[in-house]
Structure formats: structure tokens, C-alpha cells
Nanobody, 108 residues
């Protein structure tokens, strides 16, 4: 069972950037980032597979970048041009395991 520890997140102004990290206790093959805003369903944002092939939902594909460092067993989500509507709790998922979630708040 892979253990995941997320870091990053916080408060950022609109237009700003943040990077989220997700450290895994094992190898990362297929992984994704999700978010859940208050009162909304958890939504998948981006995925990456063992060949580093990436997929994004339309609303983030020009602003967010998913990546992984296999040697460091770390998954990343670089978020740029953040908008207030990006405010949510962000979760990594590696295999069937979830990270603990981290709050991202975009506000002036």
C-alpha cells in the first residue's frame, strides 16, 4: 500500500502560481491530481502515466502542468494563472491511494 504525503498549497492572488507536491512511498506508475470545491463533486484535473504521457481537462490544460520525478517518487502539479474559481482542496491519487489533500485559495 503506497503512502502519500502532499505539500504545497496555500493562499495566492489571482494570476499567481503555486506548485503542489505528492511524495509517494513507492513507485509512481499512473497518477492524477483532483480537486474538490465546497459543495461540488471531486473532479479529475490531470493524469500522467508511466511513460509520462499527460492528459488534462480543458479548464486547466493551458495553465496547469502535471509531472513526476521517478527518482524522487514525487508527483507535482504546477499551477499558473490561478483564478478564484481554482479555489479548492487538491488531492493527489497514485494507484488507488489518495493524498491527504491540501487547500488552495485564490483571492485578492
Amino acid at each position: 500500500q503506497v503512502q502519500l504525503v502532499q505539500s504545497g498549497g496555500g493562499l495566492v492572488q489571482p494570476g499567481g502560481s503555486l506548485t503542489l507536491s505528492c511524495l509517494a512511498s513507492g513507485s509512481i506508475f499512473f497518477a492524477g491530481w483532483y480537486r474538490q470545491a465546497p459543495g461540488k463533486e471531486r473532479e479529475l484535473l490531470a493524469t500522467i502515466n508511466s511513460f509520462h504521457r499527460k492528459n488534462y481537462i480543458d479548464s486547466v490544460k493551458d495553465r496547469f502542468a502535471i509531472s513526476k520525478d521517478d527518482a524522487k517518487r514525487t508527483l507535482y502539479l504546477q499551477m499558473n494563472a490561478l483564478k478564484p474559481e481554482d479555489t479548492a482542496v487538491y488531492y493527489c491519487k497514485i494507484g488507488n491511494e489518495w493524498g491527504q489533500g491540501t487547500q488552495v485559495t485564490v483571492s485578492s
